[in-house]
């Protein structure tokens, strides 16, 4: 069964609006969780490392007042796109890992901006 | 050169053949690493780990690694149509999963009956 469960799983919404993306481990604890964006046809691109009880570890390019993450928990991590607009518009994933355990990705978030 | 390198493809084989998919990295130090698979529109799906060298077996899936070529590659036996997906490589500098994937961009691979 899935260990990494993601939630909504699509999101249509107007330009401006913020969406908030929720990535939960089942039956472990993270301390680390990853966010990905996949464009159409394209690779899996790290937007940024999720970390527990600390800011969040964005990579290069990616806006970290665009993308807002909080891991308020060993369980949870939320992705918030502030203010979107159509080219926000992506499949957001998150995956999370145990140590010695290989990640897990969840089901994805494809995220539509009109 | 890219860190994890693989044949964006598309890898086109016969119904019930072997599709062999491979994938060379550059980091030395890598330790653990890993084979997804990517249906068109859903997000990568876990099918292999491998850690040491040599081959690791589970179903129609072998996964092999050689540490001193840098190479690990992927075979499918009695390839299936539901194999049809893009496969990805993944390497990591750790065994721990809670330390950051570099993935390669894909293969792309067709299964034809």
């Known amino acids: 069964g899935a260990v990494v469960s993601q939630h909504p799983s699509r999101v249509i919404c107007k330009s401006g609006t913020s969406v908030k993306i929720e990535c939960r481990s089942l039956d472990f604890q993270a301390t680390t969780m990853f966010w990905y964006r996949q464009f159409p046809k394209k690779s899996l691109m790290l937007m940024a490392t999720?970390?527990?009880?600390?800011?969040?570890?964005?990579e290069q390019g990616v806006e970290k007042d665009k993308f807002l993450i909080n891991h308020a928990s060993l369980t949870l991590s939320t992705l918030t796109v502030t203010s979107a607009h159509p080219e926000d518009s992506s499949f957001y994933i998150c995956?999370?890992?145990?140590?010695?355990?290989?990640?897990?990705f969840g089901d994805g978030t494809r995220l539509s901006i009109l | 050169q890219k860190e994890v390198e693989q044949n964006s493809g598309p890898l086109s084989v016969p119904e019930g053949a072997i599709a062999s998919l491979n994938c060379t990295y550059s980091d030395r130090g890598s330790q653990s690493f890993f084979w997804y698979r990517q249906y068109s529109g859903k997000s990568p799906e876990l099918i292999m780990s491998i850690y040491s060298n040599g081959d690791k077996e589970d179903g129609r899936f072998t996964a092999q690694l050689n540490k001193a070529s840098q190479y690990v590659s992927l075979l499918i036996r009695d390839s299936q149509p539901s194999d049809s997906a893009t496969y990805l490589c993944?390497?990591?500098?750790?065994?721990?999963?809670?330390?950051?994937?570099?993935f390669g961009t894909g293969t792309r691979l067709t299964i034809i009956p």
């Open positions: 999720s970390n527990e009880g600390s800011k969040a570890t964005y």
């Open positions: 993944a390497v990591n500098r750790s065994n721990f999963g809670n330390e950051k994937l570099t």
């Open positions: 995956s999370a890992g145990q140590v010695r355990q290989p990640q897990h």
